[in-house]
C-alpha cells in the first residue's frame, strides 16, 4: 500500500513568485497536516484539513494557504514568497476522526529553496 | 497549551553503547505520545508510541515508557548501531487538537 506522497520532490522559486506543493494521503485516510520545517527551526505545525475542511492552522501568515480536495489529496500555496520560506514541508495523513491514538504518517517531503 | 522539551544534542555515541534520549512535555488533555525519527535526507517516520499511561511502546530495539507521574516519555536502547543515526523527535498529540506537537529534535551519531 502507497504510503503518503509529495510532489514535487524539489522546487526553486524566486522571491515573490507562488509555490504549489501537493499531497497525496494513504487510502482511507481523510485527514491531512502541512508542517514547516526550517533549517534550525524544528518541525512547525501549519495546516490541518479533515474531509475539506481546515481544521486548524498553525501561527503563519495568511500567504500561507491550502486546501483538501474530494478525493482527500491536498495541495499547500505558498504566496509572495520570501527567503525564509525556504524549508522542507511535509505532509502527513492520518484516519479521520478525534482520536489522539491515531497514528500520523509523513511523506517524504518537498524542498522548497527561495533565491 | 501543549509543549514539548527534548535533550539537547547532538549526541555522540560508540557502536553498542546505550542510549537515552531525555523527553518531557505539558499537555492540556490526555496526550498520546510518539517519537519520530528522520533518517538523513528522508521524512518522518514512525518508531513507537504510547496512548495511555504506563504503556511502553517498542520497535527496532528501541524502547519508551509512558510515565504520567513524571510527564516523561524518554527514549531508550540498550545497544546502538551505526544504522541508527539520525535525528530523533518526541511529539504528543491530545484529543480535541489533532496535530502532533513536536519537541526540537536530537541529532544522534553513532561512531563505528
Known amino acids: 500500500e502507497a504510503g503518503v506522497t509529495q510532489s514535487p520532490t524539489h522546487l526553486i522559486k524566486t522571491r515573490g513568485q507562488q509555490a504549489t506543493l501537493r499531497c497525496s494521503p494513504i487510502s482511507g485516510h481523510t485527514s491531512v497536516y502541512w508542517y514547516q520545517q526550517a533549517l534550525g527551526l524544528g518541525l512547525q505545525f501549519l495546516l490541518w484539513?479533515?474531509?475539506?475542511?481546515?481544521?486548524n492552522r498553525g501561527n503563519f501568515p495568511p500567504r500561507f494557504s491550502g486546501r483538501q480536495f474530494p478525493n482527500y489529496s491536498s495541495e499547500l500555496n505558498v504566496n509572495a514568497l520570501e527567503l525564509e520560506d525556504s524549508a522542507l514541508y511535509l505532509c502527513?495523513?492520518?484516519?479521520?476522526?478525534?482520536?489522539?491514538?491515531?497514528?500520523?504518517?509523513f511523506g517524504e517531503g518537498s524542498w522548497l529553496t527561495v533565491v | 497549551g501543549d509543549s514539548v522539551t527534548q535533550m539537547e544534542g547532538p549526541v555522540t555515541l560508540s557502536e553498542e553503547a546505550f542510549l537515552t534520549i531525555n523527553c518531557t512535555y505539558t499537555a492540556t488533555g490526555y496526550p498520546s505520545l510518539f517519537w519520530y525519527v528522520q533518517y538523513p535526507g528522508e521524512g518522518l517516520q514512525l518508531l513507537l508510541k504510547a496512548t495511555k499511561a504506563d504503556d511502553k511502546g517498542s520497535n527496532k530495539g528501541f524502547e519508551a515508557t509512558y510515565r504520567k507521574e513524571t510527564t516523561s516519555f524518554h527514549l531508550e536502547k540498550g545497544s546502538v548501531q551505526v544504522s541508527d543515526s539520525a535525528v530523533y523527535f518526541c511529539a504528543l498529540r491530545t484529543f480535541g487538537n489533532e496535530k502532533l506537537t513536536f519537541g526540537t529534535g536530537t541529532r544522534l551519531t553513532i561512531i563505528p
Open positions: 484539513y479533515d474531509e475539506g475542511e481546515e481544521r
Open positions: 502527513a495523513s492520518s484516519l479521520g476522526g478525534p482520536s489522539s491514538g491515531n497514528t500520523i504518517y
